[in-house]
């Protein structure tokens, strides 16, 4: 379990999240929240966010003992909902 928060000197909290995660042999899965006062994008093009609370979900399965299998599921929550969708393959050398 993960806990991170930053504050700065005037004394107000520019992002907030928590994570749970589980490993067994050779899955990992994870879930998470969390919070940020401004946040940036850059999708299409650079778009500036402002109170956004995003959720996430992430597995991981390791295929061979060099090669991972990932993928995360993010929702972020602002003045409308942002899905994404990210799948990758990590080579330990």
Do not use: C
Not at 43 to 65: H, I, K, M
């Amino acid at each position: 379990m993960e806990l991170r928060a930053l504050v700065r000197e005037q004394g107000f909290v520019p992002g907030l999240g928590g994570s749970a995660g589980y490993s067994i042999r050779r899955i990992k899965v994870e879930a998470g929240t969390y919070y940020q006062r401004w946040k940036v994008n850059y999708y299409r093009d650079v778009e500036e966010l402002q109170n956004a609370r995003t959720v996430y979900a992430s597995t991981g399965v390791r295929a061979l003992p060099w090669l991972e299998l990932r993928a995360r599921y993010t929702l972020e929550i602002v003045d409308r909902y942002i899905q994404s969708a990210f799948f990758s393959i990590r080579e330990d050398l």
